[in-house]
C-alpha cells in the first residue's frame, strides 16, 4: 500500500466502526488491562468466564495483590498459561500501585514497561478505553498485512494520522 493510501485506509476504517469494541468484559480501563493481559493465547470467551469470577473479589491492583500468587490462580486457573499470566498480572499490579499511584499509565512506553503488557495489549487498551489511533497488531493481521502489501516487513510501525 502507498503512503498517500494509508489515511483513506484508516478513514474508511474508523467511518466502517467509529467506536471500536473488544468482546472482553470489562467496567474500567484497570479491568481492561487485565482482561487484555490474560487474553493472549487464550480465547475472550475463556477470559470473560474467569474474570466474571475475579472482578467482583478483585478488580483494583491492591486488591489482586491481596489475594497473592495462590489466591488469583484460583480464579485465573482455567486460562492457558495461566501460572505466567498471573506472575506478570501481580508484578504489574505492584508497579501500579508504587510507580502510578494505582492508576493505568496513558502513554504506550509506560504501558508497555509493564509485565505481560506488549505492543498489542498496549494498543488495546490506548484504543479501546481512551480512543487513540492504534491498532492491536496480531499475527493474522500481520500475515494479511504482509501478503496484501497494506504494511510488507517488520512488526513495528506507527501509523500516521493526518
Not at 486488591?63 to 488469583?72: F, M, Q, R, T, V
Request: proline content about 6%; charged content about 25%; glycine content about 8%.
Amino acid at each position: 500500500m502507498r503512503d498517500q493510501d494509508v489515511e483513506p485506509f484508516f478513514a474508511t476504517l474508523r467511518a466502517a466502526n467509529p467506536m471500536p469494541a473488544s468482546e472482553l468484559e470489562y467496567s474500567t480501563v484497570f479491568e481492561l488491562l487485565v482482561a487484555v493481559l490474560l487474553s493472549a493465547q487464550a480465547t475472550d470467551a475463556g477470559v470473560n468466564r474467569a474474570t466474571r469470577r475475579l472482578f467482583p473479589v478483585a478488580n483494583t491492583p491492591q486488591a489482586i495483590l491481596d489475594l497473592g500468587p495462590e489466591g488469583l490462580e484460583e480464579y485465573i486457573k482455567t486460562i492457558g498459561l495461566y501460572r505466567m499470566k498471573g506472575k506478570h498480572l501481580l508484578e504489574t499490579c505492584r508497579i501500579l500501585v508504587e510507580r502510578h499511584g494505582g492508576e493505568v499509565p496513558r502513554s504506550r512506553e509506560a504501558l508497555e514497561a509493564l509485565p505481560g503488557v506488549g505492543r498489542k495489549t498496549a494498543n488495546v487498551v490506548l484504543n479501546v478505553a481512551w480512543g487513540e489511533e492504534a491498532m492491536a497488531v496480531d499475527t493474522h493481521i500481520f500475515r494479511v498485512s504482509n501478503r496484501t502489501g497494506w504494511r510488507p516487513g517488520g512488526t513495528r510501525w506507527k501509523w500516521k494520522s493526518g
